[in-house]
């Protein structure tokens, strides 16, 4: 017996028959498959992006940023004031180029008051970063310039949340169900 036939057995679902899931990242109603789970490995997970639509090319975009534990050698990176210290490594996809500006990545607290420039988005549509919060944005941005800043100033382009800055907010669930998610921009 195959794996996906054990596991579509433990469902009480027919091998014909495929179920929907939901992977945690927001992809809901999808029907099983490898191209619909993304690939988080060796990360400890993963955010997904959600386009503002408020540039143009950037509708369709979507990306994923791969939170993972910083090295260190003993397990897991603890910073001197005992937060941990996470790599992020995010990458875009169907998104055109922008004719003029600079994709940039950064951070900022869940109120922001703080932000924190990770960097340009290279060729490929990726960054790669250290994060030193737990609960944080991950905001992509449209800059008129590729300089390391203390706050963007162009459009926000796509935009996720840490898992912990999940927890923020109840909406589509409990009394709240009548809020619909997609008003935060998930599904």
């Known amino acids: ?79 001197r004031d005992g937060r941990y210290a996470y790599d992020i490594d995010l990458t875009l996809e169907r998104i055109k180029p922008p004719p003029a500006g600079f994709l940039t990545a950064w951070v900022a607290k869940s109120d922001l008051s703080e932000r924190t420039w990770l960097g340009v988005l290279d060729d490929d549509l990726r960054v790669a970063a250290r994060v030193e919060w737990n609960k944080f944005l991950l905001v992509v941005t449209l800059e008129p310039s590729d300089e390391p800043s203390d706050s963007w100033r162009g459009p926000v382009v796509l935009r996720g949340m840490s898992r912990s800055g999940l927890m923020h907010t109840l909406a589509g669930h409990g009394p709240f169900e009548k809020e619909p998610c997609s008003k935060y921009g998930f599904d």
Do not use: Q
């Open 1 to 79: 017996m195959t794996l996906v036939a054990a596991l579509l057995a433990l469902l009480s679902v027919s091998e014909g028959e495929r179920p929907t899931w939901s992977t945690g990242f927001g992809f809901r109603g999808v029907p099983c498959s490898s191209a619909a789970i993304p690939d988080v490995t060796g990360a400890y997970y993963g955010i997904e992006m959600v386009p503002t639509r408020r540039v143009a090319g950037t509708g369709r975009a979507r990306g994923l940023g791969k939170v993972s534990f910083s090295e260190s050698p003993y397990g897991v990176a603890v910073l």
